[in-house]
């Protein structure tokens, strides 16, 4: 969805642009294409390594911010942003590099931070938080039908011995799992455990109530999202009335804000599935402030 969520996004070439998820620059360096010399960019990402692919880039419009998209309120002031792009969740450089405990294919140090240095890891969280929390983790982020069987299982294993790498959980949870389906039995818990290990349905949450005053009239955000969650909260972000109970998030139908307008969702075309089977799953969504 690179060239659509960028013709999307772009509605004037010498505005003030944010990418919130720079990751390895794709979107960012094809919004700097567009834009004019007098646009601006600035990049987000958590990730130290997207940090030093950034310092690649050699433009005096473009700034990286090694920060949570969830703060990029604090650098702008009201109505000066023309558009911001947020491409959530993980990386295929993230996922494919074993050291970053992302993936449950190949064994790595069970971490999951898109900032090493910062937060709680996945360790940390499997190996400590009460059976419940566990459950909850998984059904809420995971959809995961057998989420408390797995965190029972986690839970009498580390008493035994604390986990320490992927492999070692990515196999009990294998052991665990009762239903068969086509994706690997470890595929729901590990990307639920990744989105609580960053917190990252409410970083999206505050990043887009605070997004809302410093957007111009005329401004978009394009969200593009792979879990049904995010996808719920750039949709209900922009609603009059919205209500969290927890992590809970209900589906409400309430009047869109009459500030704002929220396209219906725009799906990968078959080419694109084609050549990335990772973007099967995503969807994409246009917010236009008017
Ligand atoms: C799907 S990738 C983005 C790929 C990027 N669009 C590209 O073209 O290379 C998501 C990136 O967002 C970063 N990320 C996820 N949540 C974040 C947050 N709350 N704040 C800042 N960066 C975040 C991750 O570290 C990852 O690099």
Redesign the pocket.
């Known amino acids: 969805m690179?060239e659509e969520s960028i013709s999307s996004l772009i509605t004037n070439q010498n505005g003030i642009y944010v990418?919130?998820?720079?990751?390895?620059?794709?979107?960012?360096r094809k919004i700097l294409e567009r834009i004019s010399l007098k646009g601006s960019l600035f990049s987000?990402?958590?990730?130290p390594e997207?940090k030093l692919e950034a310092a690649n880039i050699n433009h005096s419009n473009f700034h990286f911010i090694h920060?949570?998209?969830?703060n990029i309120h604090l650098n702008f002031s009201d109505n000066s942003i023309d558009g911001v792009l947020l491409?959530?969740?993980?990386?295929s450089p993230?996922l494919d590099n074993p050291a970053r405990g992302f993936s449950f294919k190949d064994n790595g140090p069970l971490d999951m931070r898109?900032n090493p240095k910062v937060g709680v890891s996945c360790a940390e969280i499997v190996n400590t938080f009460d059976e419940k929390d566990i459950s909850k983790i998984l059904w809420d982020y995971g959809e995961e039908k057998e989420s408390r069987r797995i965190a029972k299982a986690i839970v009498d294993r580390r008493t035994v011995k604390g986990f320490t790498d992927t492999k070692d959980l990515s196999e009990l949870i294998c052991s665990v799992k009762k239903r068969k389906t086509k994706k690997h039995p470890a595929t729901k818990s590990f990307q639920a455990l990744r989105i609580a290990v960053?917190d990252?349905i409410e970083?999206?949450q505050d990043?887009l109530v605070n997004l809302k005053t410093k957007l111009k009239k005329g401004g978009r955000i394009v969200i593009i999202s792979f879990h049904s969650l995010e996808d719920r909260i750039a949709k209900i972000s922009f609603k009059e009335e919205v209500s969290f109970i927890e992590k809970k998030i209900p589906l409400i139908d309430d009047e869109p804000m009459k500030e704002f307008k929220v396209s219906k969702i725009i799906y990968p075309d078959e080419q694109e599935l084609s050549n990335n089977i990772r973007s099967r799953s995503a969807k994409m969504r246009v917010i236009e402030k008017l």
């Not at 920060?67 to 969830?70: A, G």
């Open positions: 690179l990418d919130g998820t720079f990751g390895r620059g794709g979107h960012s987000y990402d958590l990730d997207a920060d949570n998209y969830r491409d959530c969740g993980v990386s993230q898109f960053n990252e970083s999206l990043c």
